[in-house]
């Protein structure tokens, strides 16, 4: 028989009682963001990297909440025409900067925002802490392990901390996953299995962009699944302790029927399932074809360029500390978009089948399906949050800039060993594939690994 829980208000109470009672501590990440919190004073932020992500996610829109809270002293990319731009859509009257280095110096912010190029972050990274202001980075922290240890490296000498922006973690429906777990719903996990599917439109997008170079992205293993994997070792509560791979390129880059370098001006656009008009949206128009003068980069790759080297499917096998195993897969030319994982524990298993953005298929709650062993199963429905990322961004946020001492009882604040122990597992995944070997975590940081919990 089926019961629906709906997640009222009243049921997180008695999830978080029952669960967490005695765990409404701060993480000493939370703890870290407290020394952004000047009472009285607004926080003075800079961003690097004023692409689509740093101007809407971390310009435009926290303006528009935390004006109270926050202002920004300044703005710094590469791309002057870019940068420009940024500033006009952001509303901001700042200094612009083609150096960063010029930006921490005149601008002094309490906390520089790292929105740049994947490969690029640990550059501002050190850079911000070194010059003693707090660092929030975007996703991947870095993509390399000789950058790991250099961002460690960094933090420990200026004593400044790092903040690494994992808003997946945010989303109700996994935080939901996270409670029922660490309440022992399905007793001791021992093995998970995950599988991520990207569709021809997002999972396209990747190969039109820098995110198609290994030495830019470092591959989607590191690029995108480091949300996943830093989900697992969160979810899990264990470091990842040795990994294998497999991944290929069979759909996108050379394997296409025909190329050009760009979709505009493309001979092939009447028969191309991925032909993009990048010139009917105004913003990316205005942000990257307009200052291609400036750095040649063009935002409306072919998806089937030549130089495309990363992998366009991945199956990784993941031994934790705990002795959790864990298959994850990433597809990248799904019919939709969406993943499917399931826990699998000694009292039991709990999954979800999370479908995105299907038009055909409008809802605003997720459904997580607890059966237990020789017992019953349960469907729990979690109503979605509003905005970006399943309304990980907001929450996110509001965290980092409107209460930033508040308790984090479900340890979603994320620092620089969480960066790291992410990233190290597609980091470790790219190595075993090039390598053909599994390559152990500890091989790649001097970080200490270690088993904090099974589940319960
Ligand atoms: N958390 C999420 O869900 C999420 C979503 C999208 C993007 N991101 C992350 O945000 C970051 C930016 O992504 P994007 O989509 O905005 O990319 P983008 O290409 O639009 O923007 C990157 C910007 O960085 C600038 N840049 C690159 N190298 C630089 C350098 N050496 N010095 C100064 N500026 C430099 C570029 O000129 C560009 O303006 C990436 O790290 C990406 O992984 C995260």
């Known amino acids: 028989m089926n019961t629906t829980e709906k997640q009222s208000r009243r049921d997180f ?12 501590f701060l993480h000493p990440v939370a703890q870290a963001l407290s020394i952004f919190d000047k009472p009285g004073q607004k926080m003075k932020l800079a961003m690097v990297g004023t692409g689509v992500r740093g101007l809407a996610m971390w310009g435009r829109d926290v303006i528009r909440a935390y004006k ?30 083609l150096s960063a280095d010029q930006m921490l110096k005149d601008a002094k912010p309490d906390v520089l925002i790292v929105t740049t190029m994947d490969s690029t972050h640990h550059e501002f990274i050190v850079k911000g802490l070194l010059a003693g202001m707090n660092v929030i980075s975007e996703k991947p ?8 240890k250099a961002i460690l490296d960094a933090e420990r000498k200026s004593g400044k901390k790092l903040i690494v922006t994992f808003n997946y973690r945010y989303s109700p429906h996994r935080q939901k996953l996270y409670e029922l777990l660490r309440a022992g719903e399905i007793g001791t996990i021992t093995s998970v299995d995950f599988h991520w599917y990207l569709d021809t439109s997002h999972g396209a997008d990747y190969f039109r962009r820098w995110h198609g170079r290994k030495e830019f992205g470092g591959t989607l293993l590191v690029h995108k699944s480091t949300h996943h994997f830093d989900l697992l070792n969160w979810w899990l509560d264990s470091d990842p302790e040795e990994v294998f791979a497999y991944g290929s390129l069979e759909f996108y880059g050379k394997n296409g029927p025909f190329r050009s370098k760009t979709c505009r001006g493309c001979p092939h656009a009447s028969k191309c399932d991925f032909h993009w008009d990048i010139t009917r949206n105004e913003h990316l128009t205005k942000l990257y074809v307009e200052n291609e003068q400036y750095d040649g980069y063009h935002r409306d790759g072919c998806v089937f360029r030549e130089e495309i080297d990363i992998y366009d499917k991945m199956a990784v096998q993941i031994k934790y500390k705990n002795n959790v195993q864990v298959s994850y897969s990433l597809t ?17 298993r709990l999954e979800a089948w999370i479908k ?19 017992g019953q199963r349960h469907i729990i429905t979690v109503p979605q949050g509003g905005g970006g990322h399943g309304g990980g961004d907001t929450r996110l946020k509001d965290k980092l ?44 940081t001097d970080i200490p690994l270690a088993a904090s919990g099974r589940g319960a």
């Not at 990248?332 to 039991?348: D, H, L, V």
């Open 13 to 24: 109470i008695a999830i978080s009682g029952s669960a967490l009672a005695g765990s409404l």
């Open 356 to 374: 995105e953005s299907q038009p055909w298929d409008e809802k605003n709650e997720d459904e997580l399906v607890l059966v237990k062993n020789f």
């Open 401 to 444: 800039f409107l209460d930033p001492n508040k308790p984090d009882p479900w340890r979603q604040s994320a620092g620089s060993r969480d960066g790291a122990m992410s990233c190290l597992v597609g980091i470790a995944a790219r190595h075993s594939i090039e390598q053909g070997k599994p390559i152990k975590i500890q091989d790649l």
């Open 68 to 97: 109270d809270q926050v202002e920004f002293v300044g703005l710094s990319d590469k791309n002057e025409g870019r940068m420009k731009y940024g500033k006009t859509f952001m509303g901001v009257d700042c200094p612009l900067f």
């Open 332 to 348: 990248t030319y799904s019919p939709y978009e969406g993943y499917r994982i399931a826990f699998n524990g000694t009292k039991g």
């Open 141 to 148: 922290m870095t993509t390399d392990e000789v950058k790991v």
